[in-house]
């Protein structure tokens, strides 16, 4: 097995809260409205949403994937952290175990958020990961935190309380 690593940090003028809000706890809600041409839904399969829950996407007619199914490893509201593994689907491709992440917002100086993301790879034997398919899939999920970010500064109000 070899173990690799990524990790990212964006910066957002949106508050920390709000975004994990959003993003993390309201996800299942959100993303399908503001990415509708991408992800169909997002279920939870097993659990009521907090760590050792199941979730899954589906995506989008005419997407590359089909769906995936993910648990969430950790959830706290307190330290704006989030871990789930992925664990199922057209993403795990035949020589990769699973992929972790690890989802950390903290407040910025500005009263916006910084957003810390590790993801961990898991392959079974030797296989090496194809760099592309990580940088399209890291994208993929910028394209969708930007998409959250966005309705957020449109939606001042929302995911205050």
């Given at each position: 097995?070899v173990?690799?690593?990524?990790?990212?940090?964006?910066?957002?003028?949106?508050?920390?809260?709000?975004?994990?809000?959003?993003?993390?706890?309201?996800?299942?809600?959100?993303?399908?409205?503001?990415?509708p041409?991408v992800?169909?839904?997002?279920?939870?399969?097993?659990?009521?949403?907090?760590?050792?829950?199941?979730?899954?996407?589906?995506?989008?007619?005419?997407?590359n994937?089909?769906?995936?199914k993910?648990?969430?490893?950790?959830?706290?509201?307190?330290?704006?952290?989030y871990?789930?593994?992925?664990?199922?689907?057209?993403?795990?491709v035949?020589?990769?175990?699973?992929?972790?992440?690890?989802?950390?917002?903290?407040?910025?100086?500005?009263?916006?958020?910084?957003?810390?993301?590790t993801?961990t790879?898991?392959?079974v034997?030797?296989?090496?990961?194809?760099?592309?398919?990580?940088?399209?899939g890291?994208?993929?999920?910028?394209?969708?935190?930007?998409?959250?970010?966005?309705?957020?500064?449109?939606?001042?109000?929302?995911?205050n309380?």
């Amino acid at each position: 097995m070899v173990v690799t690593a990524y990790s990212d940090e964006h910066t957002s003028p949106v508050s920390a809260s709000r975004i994990f809000k959003a993003s993390i706890l309201d996800s299942h809600n959100l993303i399908p409205k503001l990415m509708p041409q991408v992800i169909k839904s997002i279920e939870i399969v097993e659990g009521d949403g907090g760590a050792g829950s199941v979730k899954q996407i589906n995506f989008a007619e005419g997407s590359n994937f089909k769906s995936i199914k993910y648990r969430i490893d950790e959830l706290n509201e307190g330290t704006l952290t989030y871990k789930y593994t992925l664990i199922e689907g057209d993403a795990l491709v035949e020589n990769l175990e699973k992929i972790t992440y690890e989802v950390k917002f903290e407040k910025a100086a500005d009263g916006g958020a910084i957003s810390k993301v590790t993801s961990t790879y898991y392959t079974v034997g030797d296989f090496k990961l194809n760099e592309d398919e990580i940088k399209a899939g890291k994208e993929r999920v910028l394209g969708m935190y930007k998409a959250v970010e966005a309705y957020l500064i449109q939606n001042p109000d929302a995911y205050n309380a």
